[in-house]
């Protein structure tokens, strides 16, 4: 399955949906299976590194096919990752709210949010990838 621009922006309003139940102002954005940004939305007031951030969490999560707050496990000191967050040109984050999103054994895009707390961010990123799981079924 390839992301198209209908399935992204259904991934994001739910991701926005669940940032705003949780009073989280957001960005949120949809890559491909590339790391291609499809789809990006941002909350009125939410703060300005979130573009950036969301983007890179939800690239971080196709290149590494994890989540980028499984990925912050690996990156701790002594982990097996140690120090990836300064690969890549810069564009790996390794904190909460970048989720990959598989069909079957392969990643075909991944979400990222980013403006809440991490908790926050990561809850608004899995009602996305929960809204893709319904458009899938």
């Known amino acids: 399955m390839q992301l198209d621009l209908e399935v992204s922006t259904r991934i994001a309003a739910a991701a926005m949906a669940k940032a705003a139940e949780l009073g989280a102002l957001v960005s949120v954005a949809v890559v491909d299976a590339g790391g291609n940004l499809v789809t990006f939305s941002r909350m009125d007031g939410a703060e300005i590194a979130g573009p950036t951030l969301a983007v890179d969490k939800a ?49 075909v895009g991944g979400i990222g949010v980013s403006g809440g707390a991490v908790d926050e961010d990561i809850a608004a990123a899995t009602a996305g990838l929960d809204e893709y799981t319904r458009i899938r079924a």
């Open 59 to 107: 690239y971080t999560s196709v290149s590494n096919r994890i989540s980028t707050h499984g990925l912050a496990e690996l990156a701790a000191p002594g982990g097996s990752l140690y120090g990836i967050q300064s690969n890549g040109g810069g564009r790996f984050v390794i904190f909460g709210g970048g989720i990959p999103i598989w069909e079957r054994d392969v990643v």
